[in-house]
């Protein structure tokens, strides 16, 4: 069975702050991929990032990065210099290679960006 | 290019009442997905089909809940007779088989409020 968590309920932060929402997660698969998705306030959920099992390479894009271990079977998500408009629902996603193709959303993290 | 397309984006019914709703894939894209996102659950799977054949509907709740794909660019999900605790905001979404384990594109998903 495959179990993400994310144990960030709710993060508040201030305007130009950096801030890491964590993702954990657990597979009996040697081959996997995860995600993150954004859901902000509109409610749509919007694809930011896909990483396979086989790439531990950390990943940067404008002020998000990406930080995954798979010695600690994390995979944990940076926004630098946090904006208003990151303010969103934040859901880490785990897709087993080997399973029927059945993602599994961690239960999100809500990020509040104040002005 | 289009996105996923739901339709109707919200939806108030009384209790017992019939509930269709609707979703139209990205062309091209050969799997589609039903979720259902409520606080206490977070983001379920209900079913999904490959190809217009549904290939697992084992998160389908109950009997009252049937979904149809009768072409490639069409897909209904009904409730009937819906009940209160449907109530929760049901997305859709498709991805391609091609490039393997591509991300999921989501759409605006139905709000749904069964009185």
């Known amino acids: 069975a495959q179990k993400v968590t994310q144990a960030q309920t709710e993060i508040s932060v201030v305007e130009k702050e950096d801030v890491t929402l964590d993702c954990v997660y657990e597979?009996?698969?040697?081959?996997?991929?995860l995600f993150w998705y954004k859901q902000p306030p509109s409610g749509e959920l919007v694809f930011l990032i896909r990483?396979?099992?086989?790439?531990?390479q950390n990943e940067i894009s404008g002020r998000y990065s990406w930080n995954f271990q798979k010695s600690t079977s994390s995979f944990n998500f940076t926004i630098t210099a946090s904006q208003v408009v990151d303010s969103a629902v934040y859901f880490c996603?785990?897709?087993?290679?080997?399973?029927?193709?059945?993602?599994?959303f961690g239960s999100g993290t809500q990020l509040t960006v104040l002005p | 290019d289009a996105g996923v397309i739901q339709s109707p984006r919200h939806e108030v019914t009384e209790m017992g009442q019939e509930v269709t709703l609707r979703c139209k894939p990205i062309?091209?894209?050969?799997?589609l997905f039903w979720y259902r996102q409520t606080m206490m659950r977070g983001l379920e799977l209900l079913i999904y089909?490959?190809?217009?054949?549904?290939?697992?509907d084992s998160g389908m709740p109950e009997d009252r809940f049937s979904a149809k794909m009768p072409n490639a660019s069409f897909s209904t999900l009904k409730i009937q007779p819906s009940e209160p605790r449907d109530s929760a905001v049901y997305f859709c979404?498709?991805?391609?088989?091609?490039?393997?384990?591509?991300?999921?594109?989501f759409g605006n998903g139905t709000r749904l409020t069964v009185t």
């Open positions: 597979t009996r698969d040697t081959t996997y991929y």
């Open positions: 089909f490959n190809n217009n054949v549904p290939i697992d």
């Open positions: 062309s091209g894209h050969d799997y």
């Open positions: 990483r396979n099992s086989f790439d531990e």
């Open positions: 979404a498709s991805r391609t088989g091609t490039v393997k384990n591509s991300p999921l594109h």
């Open positions: 996603a785990l897709l087993p290679s080997g399973s029927a193709r059945q993602l599994t």
